[in-house]
């Protein structure tokens, strides 16, 4: 840029009295803190000059100010002062003074987050420097700090620190370095959080049955001890549950992504609504599921993969539901689900919770009406409101069919059966149903929306099959006399005779060691025992109880998977068993690419952009910001379920 006679004989008149590299690093904390960092601008002052006056050794005084400021508000001057190394000079002078800084009460430090991308997308043209974007609020595992924000734009895209945002179009995106390579997370505006406090969470959950409300509370303890102790003041901005709760979930979904795909960018949601974002979890439920089950049924693959029977990986496997993990669902029975060609219809029930008592829509109705809607989600509470409704056929055959099962349950000597219809109390499910390979790893899982049952049961393990997932050619389960029965009693009934019912039924079956005793049957004791000599091979010296186990250790989880509500319980069940599998077989979850280097096979279905989810829903989005604006002070837990 040409500068202007004047212009530089003014800048040789500074430069006699200020060396060229001093006034640079006075325009770099200058642009550096563009606002005020205390209360009185003074300090701000002040503060800089004795940064300067530290790092090169001199004594400037108040009285240089007019001069400094005179070329900070002269681009093309600053351009002149500006030397290729002055970043790297600043940075070093702040490592240098840090620990000078920490120790007086106005503590100094800097945090300055730039973007990472040097290249634009779109055009491949080198950006510009970065430029002043809004200073933030830095969350650390025991202290909140100050930091800076900066921004390049180009080619309608805005590159920060964490994302890159499209301005016209709103979709953000994360690449792989700022989920495991960045210090800092930086998902969501004007939310940043240490890595090592996310990360710090995970493990927590995992080892400690942590939730996030008191993951939130011990780390503000911790924050506010350790301001006091280092004499600080104390701070107003600290951990909040909803929004690290949802940033958490991202930067989870974006690790198993990562991991499973070989995306280079992951779409995140522009704004923390938990109604937008739980249409993106459950118009992606199926392809989480998917990625999930194609990897964990084929981890013998993994290089580096350690499970508990490395030597007999996936011999067998055991599968059971876990009933503790019941929350509150919609009382509406005639869900169903048609994607399963050899079942047809399958009632699953309505996994939706039942409308809050603090609903606008419960508070319009009269309250013998309000009675019957509270027990139903906000998609069927007007089921109740009509006398004699008369199901759809399809739903007719399902229910028809689930009857024939609960009788067929009902009449088998070995099985005790579960009432479900429970008329005075809101429904809930039955958990979830967990296969668990004999290596002690999560291959499968579905939550239970209604009552465990033979037909269920059956529904679970098809579709894990549809889905692309291996399973062991032996079973253990606590009801398998009466699982095979009704396998082949319904055949070429109600079960269809195609290639995943005969692998189901070509498969070795038996009672796991635990439940053994409590059956009469004298098959029982012979076919189905794991003691038999065509079991042996199977299961000779193998853990039948692995579910059990298992479930004992998600028992401590109860509190938080009750609470949890559909379609997140799908992505947050998801996210927590990947995790478990990764610990119990030393597989590190920040692999990128994993999945594509094992061999895995891809995901046949697509991943649904969070934008082609919300322009879909246009209408729905609309008319629940207006049910939010009279439900705003009540609904205290967009985010929170625990």
Same mark, same amino acid.
């Given at each position: ?11 040789l ?14 325009? %770099?904390?200058? !642009?550096?803190?563009p606002?005020n960092? =205390? *209360? +009185?601008f ?5 503060? &800089? ?35 290729s ?16 800084f ?14 990472k ?44 620190y964490?994302?890159? %945002?499209?301005? !016209? ?5 994360? =690449? *792989? +370095? ?6 800092? &997370?930086h ?35 911790d924050?506010d ?6 004499k ?51 118009a ?18 993994v ?7 490395k ?97 067929f ?12 219809d ?31 049952g ?5 529904y ?105 509500a ?73 985010y929170?379920?625990?």
């Open positions: 840029m040409d500068v202007s006679e004047s212009n530089k004989n003014f800048l008149n500074i430069f006699q009295y200020v060396a060229p590299s001093h006034v640079a690093l006075f325009l %770099r904390l200058i !642009r550096l803190y606002m960092i =205390v *209360s +009185d003074r300090k701000r002052e002040q503060t &800089i000059l004795a940064i300067v006056n530290e790092v090169t050794g001199n004594d400037y005084q108040a009285n240089i100010w007019p001069s400094i400021m005179s070329i900070n508000r002269i681009p093309e001057l600053v351009e002149q002062v500006l030397l190394n002055e970043h790297e000079r600043l940075l070093l002078a702040i490592e240098q003074l840090q620990a000078r920490e120790l007086q009460p106005h503590r100094f430090q800097i945090y300055q987050l730039v973007p991308n040097k290249t634009c997308i779109m055009c491949q043209i080198k950006l510009k420097e970065p430029e002043f974007d809004e200073t933030c609020i830095i969350i650390g595992r025991n202290n909140v700090y100050n930091g800076i924000l900066y921004k390049n734009e180009c080619c309608d895209i805005i590159y920060k964490g994302h890159m %945002r499209n301005r !016209r179009t709103r979709e953000r995106f994360v =690449v *792989s +370095d700022a989920i495991f390579k960045q210090e800092y &997370i998902l969501f505006d004007h939310l940043i959080y240490e890595r090592i406090l996310i990360i710090g969470f995970t493990n927590l959950i995992q080892q400690a049955a942590s939730n996030f409300q008191s993951y939130t509370n011990a780390t503000n303890t924050i001890q350790n301001r006091s102790f280092r600080q003041d104390p701070v107003q901005e600290k951990l909040q549950p909803k929004s690290f709760a949802a940033t958490w979930t991202w930067f989870e979904i974006c690790r198993y992504l990562f991991f499973m795909t070989n995306s280079q960018t992951i779409e995140i949601p522009d704004i923390i609504q938990r109604f937008s974002h739980d249409l993106y979890f459950e992606n439920s199926l392809f989480f599921y998917e990625l999930f089950v194609k990897f964990w049924s084929r981890h013998g693959q290089k580096g993969c350690e499970c508990q029977a030597d007999t990986c996936m011999l067998n496997f055991v599968f059971d539901t876990h009933m503790k993990a019941h929350r509150l669902v919609c009382a509406h029975t005639g869900s169903c689900d048609e994607s399963i060609p050899e079942l047809g219809p399958v009632a699953i029930g309505c996994p939706r919770p039942p409308l809050r008592s603090s609903s606008s829509i419960l508070k319009n109705e009269l309250a013998n009406d309000k009675r019957k809607c509270k027990y139903y989600c906000i998609n069927h509470y007007d089921h109740s409101l009509i006398k004699n409704d008369s199901p759809d056929p399809l739903v007719a055959q399902a229910l028809e069919q689930e009857r024939m099962a609960d009788i349950e009902a009449n088998d000597e070995c099985t005790v059966h579960r009432d479900e429970d008329r005075e109390h809101k429904r809930r499910t039955a958990g979830f149903m967990a296969i668990v390979s004999n290596c002690n790893v999560i291959i499968g899982w579905n939550e239970s929306v209604r009552s465990e033979m037909r269920r049961n059956t679970h393990l098809l579709k894990y099959l549809h889905l692309g997932g291996i399973l062991p050619p032996a079973a253990a389960y606590d009801s398998a006399c009466t699982f095979v029965a009704y396998l082949k009693n319904q055949y070429c009934i109600s079960i269809q005779q195609l290639p995943y019912v005969d692998e189901l039924l070509q498969k070795k079956y038996c009672i796991d060691r635990f439940h053994r005793r409590n059956h009469t049957r004298p098959e029982c004791k012979t076919t189905l025992s794991c003691s038999h000599p065509d079991n042996r091979p199977f299961f000779d010296n193998q853990n039948t109880q692995v579910c059990e186990q298992l479930f004992s250790h998600f028992t401590k989880l109860k509190a938080t998977l009750r609470s949890i559909w379609p997140y319980s799908n992505i947050f069940y998801c996210i927590i068993f990947h995790l478990r599998n990764c610990f119990h077989t030393n597989i590190f979850p920040d692999n990128l690419y994993l999945a594509a280097k094992s061999n895995i096979p891809p995901p046949t279905k697509k991943l649904i952009s969070w934008v082609q989810v919300m322009a879909s829903h246009i209408d729905e989005i609309s008319e629940q910001k207006r049910s939010e604006s009279d439900e705003e002070d009540n609904d205290i837990q967009d929170i379920y625990d």
